[in-house]
């Protein structure tokens, strides 16, 4: 079983849509759980993170941490065709050497089409 | 300045070369990493240098040999490369403080191994 685990999609949606994009994982020694979206020939970027368990929004994007099922979504309001793109979770331990190395899902290609 | 730069942006080489890719940035961070990304898969971690030390190396082939000549610069040296390490190299960076430290990535380098 992989530690992290994505449906890699394709995702296609109309614009205007609400996305839900998710991910599991095994190891609860998690902490810190990242979204990053990443355009086609460019470097990933990151969207959001949180700590530990709940909720954080910005803008049309929320996301939700739920520790008790090792359980992470993305949430993408009224989606736009520029949200096209693939979006990768990351997770990572607490502390700052172990940190550095972030455990990945395979990514979920989303196309939102006009 | 909010920005890792990488050069070249295309790198085509045959397997006896020998060539270098590049990263910069000028935010001041003191963890910079290398990764490699193939097609439809999330980016793998290579190197991480803190503090201009190398901290992190993820067995990686003699290949690859990284150096970081200061906090700003980080280059990749490439020889007697193998097809299958045609991928995307990408250079990230991040501060060293606190437990939590965004990695923000550069475009990357497309490197094809002929």
């Known amino acids: 079983q992989k530690e992290v685990e994505q449906d890699p999609g394709p995702l296609s949606v109309p614009e205007g849509a609400i996305v839900s994009l998710n991910c599991t994982y095994s190891?609860?020694?998690?902490?810190?759980f990242m979204w990053y979206r990443q355009y086609s020939r460019k470097g990933p970027e990151l969207l959001m993170y949180?700590?530990s368990s709940g909720n954080k929004e910005d803008g049309r994007f929320t996301a939700q941490v739920d520790k008790s099922s090792k359980y992470i979504s993305l949430f993408i309001r009224d989606s736009q065709p520029s949200d096209s793109a693939t979006y990768l979770c990351?997770?990572?331990?607490?502390?700052?050497?172990?940190?550095?190395?972030?455990?990945w899902g395979l990514g979920t290609s989303l196309a939102v089409n006009p | 300045d909010t920005e890792v730069t990488q050069t070249p942006k295309h790198l085509v080489m045959g397997m006896t070369n020998k060539k270098s890719l590049k990263c910069e940035q000028h935010?001041?961070?003191?963890?910079m990493y290398w990764y490699k990304q193939k097609a439809k898969k999330p980016p793998e971690l290579m190197f991480v240098?803190?503090?201009?030390?190398?901290?992190i190396n993820e067995s990686v082939p003699s290949r690859f040999s990284p150096e970081c000549p200061n906090s700003s610069l980080l280059n990749l040296h490439l020889h007697a490369l193998q097809p299958e390490d045609s991928a995307l190299y990408l250079c990230?960076?991040?501060?060293?403080?606190?437990?939590?430290?965004?990695?923000?990535f550069g475009p990357g380098t497309r490197l094809t191994v002929l």
């Open positions: 949180t700590y």
């Open positions: 190891n609860s020694a998690f902490q810190y």
């Open positions: 990351a997770m990572s331990l607490y502390n700052a050497g172990n940190n550095r190395k972030l455990i």
């Open positions: 935010m001041g961070h003191r963890a």
């Open positions: 240098y803190s503090y201009e030390k190398l901290s």
């Open positions: 990230a960076s991040s501060q060293e403080r606190g437990s939590y430290n965004e990695q923000f």
